[in-house]
């Protein structure tokens, strides 16, 4: 019995019989790959998206797989191992020394991650096409874990108890103990407290000054960064500022009072909401003042800028003697302006009627009709869209991309080109290069009498000088006339009827459908056949008839071999699948026959194109002898076998030649 390597570690099971003298070796052998199982290998990755780890039959060659640690290297991408054989079940720590992820798969089963620089427990299941990898380390129950070092922790951690030593997080502060001391009069700065000694420490202290008198009793003085806090955290009184009082609040403080008497300046950051405001001194706005109405009996003086975010309504005149920069600007009626309008941003309105020259230095947008009596443009003036001009329009230059009227023409340049020789469709020609053109062609037209007057094909007539005539040459069926040329009933029309005999028709020119009538008799009996799906068109000896199917067999004397079955049945027809050639074989397919050449035949059945004659393994053995006789013993040559007669074959071995009585002598003793 052969050996075999059927089990997990792919060592050597030999067979009986086997490994005659070499059992040793073998054992040996056995021995080293079970302590290289317990062993460790580095396998380097090549820059590829698959690896394979097979464990290899009975050899330490290439047997990094059987190993019992690997830890991988190289590698520039993620990689997906397949382990093998898919029969193996087995365990490895496999250590990810790549920078990117390796992908552990034995079958169509789950397969297990490891991620760059991180180590695993993996298994394998050995299922064949569907079998698993297993995470060992899954899960993993351990009664008492010591991490003398680091430990690292990706997810969650759930932890039924923790006892510590020393309990420090990314800072220098390293926690030693956790108390619950009410008073905490340890006041460490290394330990932690409970909630209820938190609660109940707080709790006593706020009872001791949750009054204003027992506040008021611990002093009645604030540090810079304390507060009176009322309701909540937005609402409050404390001092920002050294001589400055704050009072917050996040939505309103109201003061009810008939009067409020302040004696500085009010500096207002935010909104002033007022009822009704009368200031009899001046007031200074360093900032916006926003106002949603503002009614002035008297002038206004104003140093600096007026900011106005609503509507302006002046009842009467504005006179502005420096710059007036408003970013929008509604009028309802007319502007008198005795000079220049600048405007930096954009002029809105349903109509804007100048009496005057308007300069601008800008872009005017104007989304509507735009209605200008002259307009003079010292500069370019580019349009996105159209321009349209009811009057007349007088441009100095005018330079365009595409010039069009109501047509489809797009006209893109003017050419001054004598010869046109461009004969473009999209660019206009100048009048100078239109007179030359016409000029040159008309010079080619020949001047001056005419001379003569030649008959052509068909015609006659014509002369050298004075009036002369050309006549139509007439023919058969046909007179020429001094208004017409007519023709009679010889000659045949496209709408006329007319009786052709004794002519040839090219069938080539014929088209359409011609009725029966013009056909001769067999023609005839072929149009007047019915149209009968399986018929034949025969002929009888006098007439073209149709006959179905099984009719024209009989009449072909066909009988009934052309219906019968095909297959490899009795009284089948053999059917070839595929072509046969010289020299094939045959093969019955399934229910049909198919060529088979030599080469094939040969594979069909095993056998061998050519043979090896000698007396060695899987040799073939010949007669290597001329002289083989009836009777003759067998012999092995060198090349094959010759005959042997029995004289031959005593002396061969050496055998005693003695009578039958000297034989029964010895035989008896």
């Not at 580095?42 to 050899?59: E, F, I, N």
């Not at 938190?198 to 008021?216: G, P, R």
């Not at 002259?374 to 007088?394: K, Q, R």
Request: proline share 1%; with cysteine.
């Amino acid at each position: 019995m052969a050996s075999t390597f059927e089990n997990d570690l792919r060592l050597e099971e030999i067979g009986t019989g086997e490994k005659s003298g070499t059992w040793g070796v073998t054992t040996n052998t056995n021995l080293e790959l079970i302590g290289d199982a317990f062993g460790y290998s580095a396998k380097t990755l090549a820059s590829a998206a698959t690896d394979t780890l097979t464990v290899p039959d009975g050899t330490s060659t290439n047997a990094e797989a059987r190993a019992l640690y690997i830890r991988y290297s190289g590698g520039n991408q993620n990689c997906t191992v397949t382990i093998g054989p898919n029969t193996l079940s087995k365990l490895w720590f496999i250590h990810n020394g790549t920078s990117h992820t390796i992908t552990f798969s034995q079958g169509s089963g789950a397969n297990v991650v490891v991620a760059a620089g991180k180590l695993k427990v993996i298994a394998t299941d050995g299922g064949g096409s569907s079998a698993i990898v297993y995470d060992v380390t899954q899960n993993i129950s351990v009664p008492d874990l010591f991490v003398d070092n680091t430990l690292t922790v990706a997810g969650n951690t759930d932890l039924a108890a923790v006892e510590f030593n020393s309990l420090s997080g990314t800072g220098s502060v390293a926690i030693t103990d956790i108390l619950d001391e009410d008073n905490m009069a340890s006041n460490s700065a290394t330990k932690l407290a409970t909630q209820q000694s938190i609660k109940t420490y707080v709790d006593n202290q706020v009872a001791t000054s949750d009054t204003l008198t027992e506040v008021l009793a611990n002093g009645n003085t604030t540090a810079t960064d304390q507060k009176i806090q009322f309701r909540d955290n937005a609402i409050y009184i404390n001092s920002s500022a050294d001589g400055q009082l704050d009072l917050v609040a996040d939505t309103e403080i109201q003061i009810a009072a008939t009067t409020i008497d302040i004696n500085g300046a009010i500096n207002a950051s935010g909104e002033i909401i007022a009822a009704s405001l009368d200031i009899s001194g001046n007031i200074d706005v360093d900032g916006v003042t926003n106002l949603d109405v503002v009614d002035i009996d008297g002038a206004v003086d104003m140093a600096t800028t007026l900011a106005v975010a609503g509507n302006v309504d002046f009842n009467g005149d504005l006179d502005v003697d420096g710059t007036t920069n408003l970013d929008v600007v509604d009028i309802d009626g007319a502007v008198d302006m005795a000079t220049t309008l600048n405007v930096g941003s954009t002029i809105t309105g349903t109509s804007l009627t100048l009496s005057g020259n308007i300069d601008l230095e800008g872009d005017i947008d104007v989304n509507g009709t735009t209605n200008l009596d002259v307009v003079d443009i010292d500069g370019a003036v580019d349009m996105a869209s159209t321009l349209t001009v009811a009057g007349t329009t007088d441009v100095g230059t005018l330079e365009f991309d595409s010039l069009s009227g109501t047509g489809s023409v797009a006209v893109t340049d003017i050419l001054d080109e004598d010869n046109m020789s461009s004969n473009s469709a999209t660019k206009l020609a100048t009048q100078q290069s239109i007179k030359a053109y016409v000029d040159t062609q008309v010079a080619t037209v020949p001047v001056g009498d005419i001379t003569s007057v030649v008959a052509g094909a068909g015609m006659t007539g014509g002369g050298t000088s004075g009036a002369v005539t050309l006549d139509v040459v007439g023919g058969t069926g046909i007179t020429a006339n001094a208004n017409d040329i007519a023709i009679d009933s010889t000659v045949a029309t496209l709408s006329g009827t007319q009786t052709l005999t004794n002519k040839s028709i090219d069938a080539a020119q014929l088209t359409g459908t011609v009725a029966n009538a013009r056909l001769d008799a067999q023609l005839q009996d072929v149009a007047g056949l019915a149209v009968t799906n399986g018929n034949f068109i025969v002929g009888d000896g006098s007439n073209f008839v149709a006959e179905s199917g099984s009719t024209a067999r009989t009449s072909l004397g066909l009988g009934t071999a052309a219906v019968t079955d095909t297959g490899i049945g009795n009284g089948n027809v053999a059917v070839f699948t595929s072509g046969a050639v010289d020299n094939d074989f045959l093969r019955i397919d399934g229910t049909s026959v198919e060529g088979r050449s030599a080469s094939e035949v040969l594979s069909d059945i095993g056998g061998q194109a050519t043979l090896t004659f000698g007396i060695s393994n899987t040799n073939a053995v010949k007669i290597d002898s001329a002289s083989v006789a009836d009777d003759d013993y067998a012999r092995f040559t060198a090349n094959g076998v010759e005959g042997r007669s029995a004289a031959e074959v005593i002396t061969d071995i050496g055998a005693a030649t003695v009578d039958e009585a000297t034989a029964l002598a010895i035989a008896l003793g």
